[in-house]
């Protein structure tokens, strides 16, 4: 009979202020970071009371997210940990392809991970599921007109971001 390790993973999170709202950051006990949740947000995380508070484990990303907010930094160099279906894994890493101050439509998102034109509202559901907010740039994926469609953490903050990094698109 094989034995398993009896193995804990805790939640740990903190709060930091943003431009864009009070943001939930969650990690797992290794330090990586598993959400990145803004108020209001759809399908976003909420504070459990079992999680444990650990702020200082949140440094390197405090940082970085001020940095990114400064419009210092372009690409984030965090470690990151989220589990989704192997189709939304592919989704979440061709986002973190759509560089900074630019934006890519859910269309070229579909194309970039093979997936046919009719997968389009799969590629949007996958990219509406992303844990993280802004570390993996979902607000750059915008409409095939150019519109600004669709963002669980509302289309007012997609709007600052984009604005942020100097990526609207004319039409906007």
Same mark, same amino acid.
Request: glycine content about 12%; hydrophobic content about 40%.
């Given at each position: ?114 997936? @046919?034109?009719?997968? %389009? &509202?799969?590629?949007?559901?996958? +990219? *509406? /599921? !992303? @844990?993280?907010?802004? %570390? &993996?740039?979902?607000?750059?994926? +915008? *409409? /095939? !007109? ?27």
């Amino acid at each position: 009979m094989p034995q398993h390790a009896n193995v804990s993973q805790h939640t740990c999170y903190t709060h930091l202020d943003s431009p864009v709202g009070r943001l939930l950051l969650t990690a797992d006990d290794s330090g990586a970071l598993t959400s990145l949740s803004v108020p209001g947000q759809k399908g976003g995380r909420v504070e459990q009371p079992e999680w444990r508070h650990e702020p200082r484990l949140f440094a390197e990303a405090a940082e970085q997210l001020a940095a990114y907010f400064a419009g210092e930094l372009k690409e984030f160099g965090l470690r990151l940990s989220s589990s989704g279906t192997a189709f939304r894994e592919r989704v979440w890493a061709a986002l973190a392809d759509v560089p900074y101050g630019a934006t890519a439509t859910y269309g070229e998102i579909a194309a970039r991970i093979g997936a @046919p034109r009719a997968a %389009v &509202r799969a590629v949007g559901g996958a +990219i *509406g /599921a !992303n @844990p993280l907010l802004i %570390v &993996r740039p979902c607000h750059r994926v +915008i *409409g /095939a !007109n150019g519109t600004l469609t669709g963002y669980a953490g509302g289309l007012d903050r997609k709007l600052r971001l984009l604005t942020l990094e100097g990526a609207l698109p004319s039409a906007v």
